[in-house]
């Protein structure tokens, strides 16, 4: 009798019939075959009419749920597709379209043991939340100095993967949340070392800048459904949102400063005839800067005026004069340096959210911030991903990347619907800066995809349609 089992991420199949997915190993006398290929194996052993014992999973206790989740209509068809693809594929839904309750629709249904990746602590909170809210159960944990395997259980990546060796054989369903991660070099060993046959991904952003999406497919399976921002909002399962950009000018030595070290960071591409047009030709150019000083000085210089228009003081005029427009609404500034997050904490009295800032006190501020208790929070990037902000309806955004994903995820914290919401979603950037370009290439890739109300204005502007309503 054939026998197959799990082994540290791997596993071993003893006898002398192999299976394409492993090979022979010679130390303990077995076929070796990596843990995602379970469901291969099993399938190949069956065609090929071999009696074998099946030993590989050590599943935790089952658990009754009671689940309380109702689909939305789209969200029904979601899962609808990812079952018909065979319990297996990567579901594509904006921000706010309710994922989560997909995915935990799914668990309901399966009542398998189930493990849910997020890449977060805030995320494994916010799942955990859930998992009790919608099944009634009290999930498990890995990460945050927590390890206790239940039936439903929750980890963070970084978990996930330095334990892969313990939890490969103790989970049925797999579900990535924001799982674009997953394909990184390291934690797409996770899906790797699992052997769970069933697997669900979670996005509003599928594609990678480093193209590493098509690993997705044999990681977690195929994209089964997508749906866009626009469609939900034309269906109003979203918000309504508009779309703002002002633009304004540096200070008189901001201009300098910027122009200063523009000028050496142009100078090197103009001497090496470096042509940056893509994401892969600036690639190029960062290699360069590790065998070659003048390389790395001239990229200093272009972060170093990036940094200068980011954090430019008119912004913070801008902002002082929104903040105002706004305050009876919920806002949420997004911005891309640290150090301007807490200058505009200090002189605007709002609490800052960053990498820096201590799990409880994060956890603080967003519980006040849901309740009422704050009514603005500033932050770098560590709530652009799938934190719930269900109250949030303004954003402004000071300084950012030319990434869709992180327009997509900045807009997603706004668009949760609430009756009579209309979210807005203001950009601020300096003139005749590469701020300009990096914007743009933001909202050239995002123009395939949606098509929000967008109205284009600069500060003199503002002030001129300002004039304008107190003549009338």
Same mark, same amino acid.
């Given at each position: 009798m054939f026998r197959l089992w799990f082994d540290k991420g791997t596993l071993l199949l003893s006898g002398d019939v192999g299976t394409p997915y492993g090979k022979w190993d010679p130390r303990c006398g077995c076929y070796r075959v990596k843990a995602c290929h379970y469901r291969d194996v099993l399938d190949f052993l069956g065609e090929s009419n071999v009696s074998f014992e099946d030993s590989v999973f050590d599943l935790p206790a089952f658990e009754q749920l009671e689940g309380s989740v109702e689909l939305r209509v789209y969200q029904d068809k979601a899962l609808d597709k990812w079952l018909a693809a065979g319990k297996r594929g990567v579901l594509v839904l904006p921000t706010a379209a309710g994922k989560t309750f997909i995915a935990l629709k799914a668990v309901e249904l399966l009542k398998i043991q189930t493990l849910i990746v997020v890449p977060t602590l805030d995320l494994l909170d916010q799942w955990r939340k859930r998992v009790r809210e919608c099944l009634n159960v009290e999930a498990?944990?890995?990460g945050g100095g927590e390890?206790?395997?239940?039936?439903?259980?929750?980890?963070?990546?970084?978990?996930?993967?330095?334990?892969?060796?313990?939890?490969?054989?103790?989970?049925?369903?797999?579900?990535?949340?924001?799982?674009?991660?997953?394909?990184?070099?390291?934690?797409?060993?996770?899906?790797?070392?699992?052997?769970?046959?069933?697997?669900?991904? $979670?996005?509003?952003?599928? =594609?990678?800048?480093?193209?590493?999406?098509? %690993?997705?497919?044999? &990681?977690?399976? !195929?994209? @089964? #459904?997508?749906?866009?921002?626009?469609?939900?909002?034309?269906?109003?399962?979203l918000s309504d949102y508009t779309y703002e950009k002002v633009a304004v000018e540096l200070t008189e030595q901001e201009q300098k400063s910027y122009d200063e070290d523009m000028t050496v960071f142009r100078n090197y591409l103009s001497m090496k005839h470096f042509v940056l047009r893509t994401s892969n030709d600036f690639r190029r150019f960062i290699m360069t800067t590790g065998r070659d000083p003048k390389a790395r000085e001239a990229l200093l210089a272009r972060n170093k005026a990036?940094?200068?228009?980011?954090?430019?003081?008119?912004?913070?005029?801008? $902002?002082?004069?929104?903040? =105002?427009?706004?305050?009876?609404?919920?806002? %949420?500034?997004?911005? &891309?340096?640290? !150090?301007? @997050? #807490?200058?505009?904490?200090?002189?605007?009295?709002?609490?800052?959210?960053?990498?820096?800032?201590?799990?409880?006190?994060?956890?603080?501020?967003?519980?006040?911030?849901?309740?009422?208790?704050?009514?603005?929070?500033?932050?770098?990037?560590?709530?652009?991903?799938?934190?719930?902000?269900?109250?949030?309806?303004?954003?402004?955004?000071?300084?950012?990347?030319?990434?869709?994903?992180?327009?997509?995820?900045?807009?997603?914290?706004?668009?949760?619907?609430?009756?009579?919401?209309?979210?807005?979603?203001?950009?601020?950037?300096?003139?005749?800066?590469?701020?300009?370009?990096?914007?743009?290439?933001?909202?050239?890739?995002?123009?395939?995809?949606?098509t929000p109300q967008t109205k284009t204005t600069t500060a003199q502007q503002q002030q001129q349609q300002q004039r304008r309503q107190g003549e009338r």
């Open positions: 498990g944990v890995i390890c206790v395997v239940r039936m439903v259980t929750v980890s963070t990546y970084d978990s996930a993967y330095v334990q892969a060796a313990f939890l490969g054989n103790k989970f049925m369903l797999l579900i990535f949340d924001e799982v674009h991660h997953l394909a990184s070099p390291g934690y797409m060993q996770i899906a790797e070392m699992y052997s769970a046959p069933y697997r669900m991904g $979670l996005t509003a952003t599928y =594609e990678r800048a480093d193209s590493r999406h098509n %690993l997705l497919p044999l &990681l977690v399976g !195929d994209p @089964v #459904y997508s749906v866009s921002v626009e469609e939900l909002t034309v269906g109003k399962h990036l940094k200068t228009a980011v954090n430019s003081e008119t912004k913070l005029c801008v $902002l002082a004069e929104k903040l =105002e427009a706004y305050k009876a609404e919920k806002i %949420l500034i997004f911005t &891309l340096y640290n !150090d301007l @997050v #807490y200058t505009i904490s200090k002189r605007f009295l709002i609490p800052a959210v960053t990498y820096q800032t201590p799990r409880e006190e994060r956890r603080e501020i967003l519980t006040n911030f849901g309740n009422g208790k704050y009514k603005t929070i500033v932050t770098s990037q560590v709530l652009d991903e799938g934190v719930d902000v269900p109250d949030a309806s303004v954003g402004i955004i000071l300084g950012g990347t030319g990434s869709k994903r992180e327009f997509i995820q900045r807009l997603g914290r706004l668009l949760r619907k609430k009756e009579g919401k209309t979210a807005k979603l203001i950009e601020i950037i300096s003139k005749e800066t590469i701020e300009v370009n990096i914007s743009r290439r933001r909202h050239l890739k995002q123009q395939q995809e949606q």
